[in-house]
């Protein structure tokens, strides 16, 4: 099993304002949807809060402290380490020795993941503006850059731990 992240930020490491993405890039959000289909996503229940439902064709854990907290189409858990357990419980229904969890936020969820991360899915976009939640700091002389890609309003790297 790997953990990956995905994430968008600006150049201090903003995620969000208000429960809300700082930005509206579509082709982001088609990279975003090309590399979490057909996995296990998980995020915090602010983010989820802020996508509203549960997103398509991926299985969907919502991370809360909240017990009381239900949403049909999600899998609620209330501790990080849950993830763990539900990951390994997929990968051997699956079959697969290769399964990826995918962390997607935000700020306390990627900060809890941070450790146990082999992968992040970095889009850095221009910004400069307000923001409330942030990407914990990286050291980035654990990570190789695998990939890089621009694109008209990001650039796109595919970070893997040395």
Same mark, same amino acid.
């Given at each position: ?78 501790? %990080? ?7 390994? !419980? ?6 697969? #020795?290769? $399964?990826?969890?995918? @962390? ?10 941070? %450790? ?7 889009? !850095? ?6 923001? #409330?939640? $942030?990407?914990?700091? @990286? ?24």
């Amino acid at each position: 099993m790997h953990v990956s992240m995905v994430v968008a930020y600006g150049p201090k490491g903003e995620i969000g304002l208000d429960n809300k993405l700082l930005w509206h890039i579509p082709e982001d959000l088609k990279n975003f949807k090309k590399i979490t289909t057909g996995k296990m996503i998980v995020m915090g229940r602010k983010t989820f809060e802020s996508i509203g439902k549960p997103l398509p064709d991926r299985a969907n854990v919502v991370i809360t402290r909240d017990v009381n907290f239900k949403h049909d189409g999600v899998i609620v858990i209330h501790d %990080p380490m849950m993830a763990f357990d539900l990951a390994l !419980e997929a990968e051997e229904d699956l079959g697969e #020795d290769d $399964f990826e969890m995918m @962390v997607i936020g935000g700020g306390e969820i990627f900060n809890a993941f941070l %450790p146990y991360t082999h992968k992040i899915y970095l889009s !850095e976009v221009d910004y400069t503006g307000p923001a #409330d939640a $942030f990407f914990p700091p @990286v050291n980035y002389k654990e990570w190789e850059i695998e990939k890089t890609e621009k694109f008209e309003k990001f650039t796109f790297k595919v970070l893997t731990r040395i």
